[in-house]
């Protein structure tokens, strides 16, 4: 039989582990995770507020509770955990699934000062990332400029303009409830250095910003007719035309007088963070112009707009792991079909699937396929890969290695911890929000 491991358990990684028992009953997978949680970027990733999506998770769970796939959470692959060579020993197989999990800088001068932060770190808080830091994000903050203009950074910009009605609903951890709900931010920039028929969030998430309650949304007419794009909208794809009608009916519609205003700018690019105090106070922008082959040029024109809160949403990016090849140009593990190639030479029973396959790019439902190509590849190797001796139990190879897992069990306290919770509140299920609590819960397993 087929021993398979499976390292990340978000989409990529219960994608794979789901194409691997359906296309062959003769293989075992177990699915690692470094937290005790499983579900990746779907649990610590996807809005409080979008619950549509984070229903994917319902999918997700039915995965991980076949009864050939288990899921050890717990288990860090690596440096401080188990090496991937030993990995590689205890099973037939590995697949990296481990996504990309750092933020692309701006490379701009004063982007480390207080109250500049990676969207990613803005994210991780309120969705109760264990690893994540109170960085008191919101104190002393009226004006906010988000950098970027793709669903990450439409997503921060609405939890910024979001009010307590809204978010206690949520499973959003109560100290980033309390916090967001004594917000004082009433200016909020999202911008831009492209135009915005260039934009990279898609509608349905741009059109959610114009149901804010007390919130008016505002596009400047004369900078996004700058894009050929946003001024003769027909030659583009319909995506990108659709944007173009909502930000078109927000640029023509009359100013409004709510509380809070979000102002979606566009052909702005940071070229400095200006401090105030030893804190963030503004961000200096280049003015730019279409080159003419979809890119911007600099004017040498500049714009200051206040801030003392910045969050930098421009991108993700693969990091290495230690014992893997790694391809620093693209972020992504060098592979040929998922699986992972060596100074040109595929390395038998190491496999990668999902953003550190091919790179942060598309939406969940990406990672289907992308998971499919790379299990299949596991597969028609499997011949040769199960001539290898491993133990005949995993997981006691694993306590071996002075690794106790959280099993399946472990996570349905952690769930039962956190409807707890949210009942003590008064408010719904409430996520944990940190390694003490989440690892004292999943070891409380009485039902």
């Known amino acids: 039989m087929l021993r398979v491991a499976v390292v990340g358990s978000g989409p990529s990684?219960?994608?794979t582990a789901q194409s691997l028992v359906q296309l062959d009953s003769g293989v075992r997978v177990d699915v690692l995770d470094r937290l005790p949680c499983p579900y990746g970027l779907v649990r610590y990733g996807v809005a409080p507020d979008h619950e549509k999506i984070k229903s994917l998770?319902?999918?997700?769970r039915t995965i991980l509770e076949h009864d050939r796939v288990r899921f050890l959470g717990g288990v860090q692959a690596g440096p401080g955990g188990v090496p991937v060579a030993r990995l590689r020993q205890i099973y037939h197989a590995v697949v990296y699934c481990v996504g990309a999990a750092t933020d692309r800088r701006l490379g701009?001068?004063?982007e480390d000062l207080p109250g500049s932060w990676s969207a990613t770190r803005f994210v991780a808080w309120y969705s109760a990332h264990p690893d994540a830091v109170d960085g008191g994000f919101l104190r002393d903050a009226r004006s906010a400029v988000v950098i970027g203009v793709g669903n990450v950074a439409v997503d921060v910009t609405r939890m910024l303009a979001r009010g307590l009605a809204e978010l206690s609903p949520t499973d959003m951890p109560q100290a980033a409830l309390t916090a967001l709900a004594a917000s004082r931010v009433t200016e909020i920039h999202m911008v831009g250095r492209r135009g915005p028929s260039?934009?990279?969030f898609t509608t349905k998430e741009l059109r959610e910003l114009g149901t804010l309650p007390e919130t008016d949304v505002t596009v400047e007419p004369a900078e996004a007719a700058s894009?050929?794009?946003?001024?003769?909208?027909?030659?583009?794809?319909?995506p990108q035309r659709r944007n173009v009608e909502a930000l078109r009916g927000w640029a023509e519609a009359p100013r409004g007088d709510a509380p809070r205003r979000i102002r979606l700018r566009f052909f702005l690019r940071p070229v400095e963070l200006l401090a105030d105090g030893g804190h963030v106070g503004a961000v200096r922008f280049e003015r730019t112009a279409p080159d003419g082959r979809g890119g911007v040029t600099g004017t040498g024109r500049y714009e200051d707009i206040e801030a003392q809160l910045v969050l930098r949403s421009v991108g993700y990016r693969g990091v290495p792991l230690e014992g893997l090849p790694f391809d620093t140009t693209t972020g992504t593990v060098p592979n040929l079909a998922g699986r992972v190639v060596r100074e040109g030479v595929v390395t038998p029973g190491e496999y990668v699937a999902g953003w550190i396959k091919r790179g942060p790019t598309g939406v969940i439902g990406t990672n289907r396929p992308c998971a499919k190509e790379t299990a299949t590849s596991v597969l028609e190797d499997a011949p040769s890969l199960v001539l290898k001796d491993v133990p005949a139990d995993?997981?006691?190879a694993l306590r071996m290695e002075g690794i106790e897992p959280v099993e399946w069990t472990g996570w349905q306290s952690i769930e039962r911890a956190e409807a707890e919770l949210g009942a003590s509140l008064g408010r719904g299920v409430v996520k944990l929000p940190d390694w003490q609590s989440l690892m004292k819960a999943?070891?409380?397993s009485a039902p």
């Open 57 to 60: 998770q319902n999918n997700l």
């Open 442 to 444: 999943a070891h409380d």
């Open 13 to 15: 990684g219960c994608y």
């Open 108 to 110: 701009i001068p004063g």
């Open 227 to 238: 894009d050929p794009g946003y001024t003769d909208p027909s030659a583009l794809p319909a």
């Open 198 to 200: 260039q934009a990279r």
């Open 394 to 396: 995993s997981l006691t």
